[in-house]
């Protein structure tokens, strides 16, 4: 035998040089829940591990994971039921909270890289992504609101805006909107091939942002579909997107390797609540080990062409797993 493949694989040294895939610190985006007030964080019964932190405690927990290297940051707010209208409105209102405290955060860290959520969702009685009329989602009518929320959290200062509500046409819009008001360097992160998934169920108890009735089938990707996401990945590099996301991520490589093959922006895929949470169960039962498994499911998501990582992980393995 002149070729063996074995060689490459006899000790630790020669297979850290052997390495093609590493996953540091700077790949990892940590997403994190906020809510109104200065009370102590709760936990999520679906998502172990992981909290809603008060306006206060959001800050403590920025600064322990900029400590470990981190340092890019995703924003979502638990916004109180008595706040949340048909509209969406309170997601521009200047009070906001979820604009005040980013106003701190960034005033409190200028170095970080602070990404926002643009949604209705989170705000909307309904819990749907877009404007809702005789059962259906709006399109246009929702750009309105969408590109208002995004203005306003540009200028609350959020580095980067994440339009996650899958309307077609929001990128253009928000850029124009943006642009419009001297916002040319804020970024978009688009949620570019979004699927409707049986994953984001964790996150929506985290925010209590369950749909109020219906799914969100006619605006979020079947997950059956491929070429689909090359489309949408055309439309987001034509409207200005700044970063493509896939999302969920683990069951989606094949959708990252076709993205990272056919546009040159960074691509980022978000592992989600579901993912997280079905990890860290296993792990609890014992039927997998999690220093094992993270790592090998992050230089996964890395390896199928991911060139940033959102994960609830990110403090978990900049702590134990970053060597590089
Ligand atoms: C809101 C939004 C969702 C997630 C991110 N932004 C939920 C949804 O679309 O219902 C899910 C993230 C996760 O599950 O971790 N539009």
């Known amino acids: 035998m002149l070729r063996r ?89 200047p009070d906001c909270f979820y604009l005040t405290v980013a106003e701190k955060i960034k005033n409190q860290f200028p170095e970080l890289c602070l990404i926002s959520d643009v ?37 609350a200062g959020f580095d980067l805006i994440g339009p996650s509500d899958m309307m077609d046409g929001r990128v253009e819009h928000i850029r124009h909107t943006l642009d419009a008001h001297s916002h040319t360097s804020v970024g978009i992160m688009s949620y570019t091939a979004k699927y409707a998934s049986a994953f984001y169920g964790p996150f929506r108890d985290a925010l209590d942002s369950t749909p109020k009735w219906g799914d969100k089938k006619t605006y979020q990707m079947n997950p059956a579909n491929r070429r689909e996401a090359l489309i949408e990945g055309q439309l987001d ?27 040159h922006i960074p691509i980022v895929s978000y592992h989600v609540s579901g993912e997280y949470s079905m990890l860290m169960a296993a792990a609890a039962q014992g039927y997998v080990d999690l220093n094992q498994a993270l790592p090998e499911t992050l230089t996964a998501l890395k390896r199928a062409g991911s060139d940033l990582i959102i994960t609830y992980f990110a403090k978990r393995y900049a702590k134990n797993h970053v060597s590089n």
Not at 237 to 263: C, S, T, V, W
């Open 119 to 155: 949604a209705m969702d989170p705000y909307s009685s309904e819990g749907h992504d877009g404007i809702v009329a005789d059962g259906k989602i709006l399109n246009d009518e929702s750009l309105e609101i969408l590109s208002k929320m995004a203005l306003a959290q540009a200028n």
């Open 5 to 93: 493949p074995r060689r490459n694989r006899a000790s630790k040294a020669i297979r850290a040089m052997n390495q093609e895939t590493r996953v540091g610190v700077n790949d990892l985006i940590y997403p994190l829940f906020v809510m109104p007030g200065t009370g102590p964080k709760e936990a999520i019964s679906t998502l172990p591990d992981v909290y809603r932190h008060s306006e206060a405690g959001i800050l403590d927990e920025i600064a322990e994971a900029m400590d470990l290297g981190i340092q890019a940051v995703m924003l979502f707010p638990a916004v109180p039921e008595s706040k949340k209208d048909p509209q969406a409105s309170y997601s521009y209102d």
């Open 237 to 263: 590099m034509q409207e200005g997107a700044d970063y493509i996301m896939i999302k969920p991520a683990l069951h989606y490589l094949d959708i990252i390797r076709d993205l990272r093959n056919n546009f």
